[in-house]
């Protein structure tokens, strides 16, 4: 049962440190009726966030994408959730997202969102290829967002991420096993972990190729031409087509032309893989 993972007390410390510096955040509610759906969410008031998931989550086109992958009483497995947009976007038609998002700060945003979306299941943890405390870099003392940088070849600072930071990591699969948790049928798995999707991704063998889930993983901004190479080499090696979501706009009935090669896709793009199962 991982009794030596649990970091609720960390977590306590760790949000009573930032309200004494005056570096935590506070929540708002925001109800809102998009693609026939109506359901609300904790907005993070913290000024790095903005207002992205207005026109990049909760936009009805995105819905619509989103209601053709994950399948009618479904899992989706969220990776990397920060304040849990995302999981709530999936919420709306899976029948369970189990969300892992190692940061105290954002993790008390996600389990708001859990709060008022229940089929959220959310993990105060990291996934990795490593167990234990880790630490991670942030852009800024209120712990916006950030990763493993010292994992990444340009390293840390790459894009702006240098305040530290200890999180916990745990092995997915390990997990899931241990704790007993009914995984139900996956039909998506997205990943957001800064550069180190590639490496997740290889802890995941087992459950993806139960599963067969759509992937969609990130194209860091600090990865260079090598960790994209290793992140492609991994999702083909489990016998996935890659797309390019800048190319389709997330639309799995238009995925456009295949990429094949690390030089169909810009380095320092930002965005992310669509990825399907070659059945």
Known sequence: ??????????????????????????????DLDKFGKKFSYHKWLHPYQGDWELTEVFDSVILNNLSKII???STVIDIGAQAGNMSVAYSLFAKQVISFEPNPA???VLEKNSQVNPNIIPYNYAISDEEGALTFHYSDEGFC????ATRTEFGIGV????????VVAINFEKFVEENDIDLGNISLIKIDAEGHDKDILKTLKKTISEHKPVLITEIYTGSNKNEIAELMSVIHSMGYKIYDEDKNDADIDNLGQEVLSPNDINPRSGHNLICIYDS
């Open 159 to 166: 894009t702006g991420h240098i305040v530290p930071i200890d």
């Open 106 to 108: 954002t993790f008390e």
């Open 145 to 148: 967002n950030g990763g493993f």
């Open 71 to 73: 399948t009618p009483n």
């Open 1 to 30: 049962m991982y009794p030596e993972y649990d970091v609720t007390d960390y977590r306590e410390q760790f949000l009573d440190v930032l309200k004494q510096t005056n570096n935590h955040y506070d929540t708002r509610v925001v």
